[in-house]
Nanobody, 131 residues
């Protein structure tokens, strides 16, 4: 099992920045990738960004590319999402997720972007961007 706890959400004006953190505990050595998703009221949960736990390669949704940066600190078992140039449409509950390594080899072009691909989830943190 892997436990995930997010923090860092809040209220910010459009154009501002926030940094979300996700602290992982438990069997983190089984993790293949960590991801961030978000869900706005009345909308489906959508992919934001993902990072491979080993190597640190990243992949982003087009809607946040160039504005958000995902990173990780393996020593602290923590993943971050730096969000800059925030827009009102970024308002959502942001969730951290972990995908287990379920096979010995993954293609170099594979990045998990579907929420069903992830095995563990945090409780979410609210991000509100005012116009």
């Amino acid at each position: 099992q892997v436990q995930l706890v997010e923090s860092g959400g809040g209220l910010v004006q459009a154009g501002g920045s926030l940094r979300l953190s996700c602290a992982a505990s438990g069997r983190t050595f089984t993790t293949y990738a960590m991801g961030w998703f978000r869900q706005a009221p009345g909308k489906e949960r959508e992919f934001v960004a993902t990072i491979r736990w080993s190597g640190g390669s990243t992949y982003y949704a087009n809607s946040v590319k160039g504005r958000f940066t995902i990173s990780r600190d393996n020593a602290k078992n923590t993943v971050y999402l730096q969000m800059n140039s925030l827009k009102p449409e970024d308002t959502a509950v942001y969730y951290c997720a972990a995908k287990k390594r379920s096979q010995p080899y993954y293609s170099g072009t594979y990045y998990p972007t579907g929420f069903v691909e992830y095995d563990y989830w945090g409780q979410g943190t609210q991000v509100t961007v005012s116009s």
